[in-house]
């Protein structure tokens, strides 16, 4: 079980993009090439712990917001103003906020997703891309709807139940159970389990389901899109994730020529689980990334 780290330790901000108000986390040398970490589902700027405080120590200025709709940030009600396109265009106004003009982009799971699309929206602020666990999933050109999607990949059949607009009293009335069951308890501490489920109590499911309703919306704003991100990138695989299983990026180097894949034994909450192994694995990364060692075997 990875230590506790005190939420209340690090330096809280606030900004306003897009109307909006966001939550983040910044530290680290304010001079320093600046780092933007985007977290997924349950989670919030907190599952980058691990990671903000190592990167700042390595000289970077690192930025961890709660993303619209988690913890301290806007929790608008409407799916729509959860798309990619919005989203992206949130962080760069952030950006703009911070007077950073480019940046690398790291991200898990919905936060992985989201760092790609940033890379398509936004590619001439992108220095470089790292996913955990999250691979890269082009713009199509013709919809497929999610129930259909889930014939073919079964594993994410769970996305039907989350997606459904119906279901966020649900979610709420069984969130200790629901957090525990997704696998991030195991390896958290309990004040950090305490701290989670109280930003999660304050501020509710809808925000976060509503990234599982964009699909639509998402294809509408998308499908005119270039596919390929040119930007260097990695990905870094969780060989036992149930979800995001290794064969769904094996062929992710047509659409990212610059790409290093990497793998490391964990299972989906990687950040977490082996937060020693993957802060290594970030810092090599983010080497390869400046010096333009990004391509791979794998």
């Known amino acids: 079980m990875a230590e506790h780290i005190d939420p209340a330790s690090f330096n809280h901000k606030f900004a306003t993009t897009c109307g909006y108000k966001y939550h983040y986390v910044e530290e680290g040398d304010p001079n320093g ?63 703009d906020a911070l007077n950073i003009p480019k940046v690398t982009l790291l991200g898990h799971d919905w936060g992985g997703a989201i760092v790609w699309r ?105 499908k005119d899109l270039h596919r390929i991100i040119e930007a260097p990138s990695a990905l870094i695989v969780a060989l036992r994730d149930p979800y995001l299983k290794p064969y769904l990026s094996e062929n992710m180097y047509k659409d990212v020529p610059n790409l290093k894949r990497v793998m490391i034994d964990t299972e989906h909450f990687a950040l977490t689980e082996k937060p020693d192994e993957i802060n290594a694995l970030i810092k090599e990364l983010l080497e390869d990334i400046k010096v333009g060692r990004v391509k791979s075997v794998l």
Not at 40 to 51: A, I, K, S, T, V
């Open 33 to 95: 090439e600046p780092l933007l970490l985007v977290h997924g589902f349950p989670d919030l700027w907190y599952g980058w712990r691990h990671q903000i405080r190592y990167l700042a120590k390595q000289g970077y200025r690192v930025i961890s917001p709660d993303c619209l709709g988690y913890g301290q940030s806007s929790n608008p009600h409407d799916s729509d103003e959860y798309s990619f396109k919005k989203i992206c265009a949130h962080l760069a106004g952030l950006l």
């Open 118 to 222: 940033f890379g398509l929206h936004y590619p001439s602020r992108v220095h470089g891309i790292i996913s955990v666990c999250t691979p890269y999933d082009p713009p199509v050109k013709e919809y497929v709807p999610l129930e259909e999607m889930v014939k073919k990949m079964p594993e994410f059949e769970y996305q039907v139940t989350l997606a459904n607009p119906n279901s966020t009293p649900y979610f709420e009335s069984i969130l200790d159970t629901f957090m525990d069951g997704v696998g991030k308890m195991s390896y958290m501490a309990q004040q950090d389990v305490d701290y989670m489920l109280a930003q999660y109590k304050n501020s509710g499911m809808q925000g976060p389901l509503n990234y599982y309703r964009t699909r639509k919306i998402n294809f509408d704003e998308e």
